[in-house]
């Protein structure tokens, strides 16, 4: 606990600084004074109150939400199947929503004679219906399949065999969409945190509010699952309902952080390691908390970078995430096993 306690201030203090920095830095600089002007309500240029207001800020503060809920996601779902490779995506609930967003976006023109594209906060709405739509429908299956099978290899398996099927469905319907309808599903697959905005935002943010805390209550059940499910089942655990439990949570955090923001990669896999690697750790009472911690961290960077000046508009999130985290977790992982021998 006293190498904890230290860790977690410094996570939340360096959370603090890159929500400011995420404020300042653009591709129109904004003085310090003046957003913290902006933040207390003072009057300021009108330009910059609505840049910060209407664009850094909400991108921020989905940022944190959003790297928190895949980071907790990931861990659920690595602990569940005891697989260091698992991640939000592993049991095709991402692919889902993709599918879903597919159906809209890619069927739209062609049904309806007008692009899902050109229809703004209209076609924005029926594209986050759509990915929550999709996602619940593939962990409704992923539910009930785990009701017959009670290997988890097998359920992970089964899962990763969704996500072909509907990545193979969503290559069917890109070959039969129009160019424009095919640009606007790929432009959502790369990820954003910019799209959230207004009440959306302020939506996203309860939501995720809500959930985080009810995934922290499944932390004794996590723990116990650690050590086997043998020894689980001996203890007392229903297996086969915590592991539902399990992957209700982290489905419905994949499935609103991906609605709201498209399938963002990389973070769900990767946080969990860092955060065992930092806190030197397996008890899910601390792991918790520092991987939400280090998840919402890592997205406020990446989405710095995405907005630096010199770049035009913004880079995908999704090639940040990979280009900064891949070589850190490489490097970790590395050490972890260096460290063995």
Same mark, same amino acid.
């Given at each position: ?69 895949? %980071? ?29 967003? %597919? ?11 007008? +692009? ?9 709405? +029926? ?215």
């Amino acid at each position: 606990m006293r190498r904890t306690l230290p860790l977690i201030i410094t996570l939340v203090v360096g959370i603090l600084v890159l929500l400011i920095v995420n404020l300042l830095i653009g591709s129109v600089r904004i003085p310090v004074t003046e957003v913290c002007r902006i933040l207390l309500g003072a009057e300021s240029n009108e330009i910059w109150t609505n840049i910060v207001y209407s664009s850094r800020l909400p991108q921020a503060l989905t940022a944190i939400m959003a790297g928190a809920g895949l %980071a907790v996601s990931g861990l659920q779902m690595q602990t569940v199947f005891r697989n260091p490779l698992a991640g939000p995506s592993v049991l095709g609930i991402s692919n889902g929503s993709a599918l879903g967003v %597919a159906f809209v976006v890619l069927l739209s023109g062609r049904i309806g004679g007008v +692009a899902l594209s050109r229809l703004g906060y209209l076609g924005d709405a +029926a594209m986050s219906v759509a990915a929550i739509v999709g996602a619940l429908a593939v962990m409704s299956l992923i539910l009930w399949v785990s009701q017959k099978v009670r290997d988890n290899v097998t359920l992970l398996i089964i899962g990763v065999m969704i996500g072909y099927l509907a990545t193979a469905i969503i290559g069917v319907l890109k070959f039969l969409s129009p160019e424009e309808d095919v640009k606007a599903f790929v432009v959502w697959g790369l990820g954003s945190f910019s799209r959230v905005s207004g009440d959306e935002m302020v939506l996203f943010v309860v939501l995720m509010c809500v959930l985080l805390p009810l995934a922290c209550l499944l932390v004794k059940t996590m723990n116990l699952l650690l050590l086997g499910e043998r020894y689980a089942a001996n203890l007392g655990l229903n297996i086969r309902r915590s592991r539902m439990l399990v992957i209700v949570s982290s489905g419905v955090l994949v499935a609103i952080v991906t609605a709201y923001c498209g399938p963002i990669m990389f973070i769900g896999l990767a946080v969990p390691h860092l955060a065992r690697a930092i806190f030197r750790t397996s008890d899910h009472r601390i792991l918790m908390l520092a991987t939400a911690l280090c998840g919402a961290a890592l997205a406020l960077f990446c989405n710095l970078i995405a907005r630096m000046p010199g770049f035009e508009g913004a880079l995908p999130v999704n090639s940040v995430t990979a280009l900064i985290g891949a070589p850190v977790i490489a490097a970790v992982l590395f050490r972890k096993s260096a460290l063995r021998h």
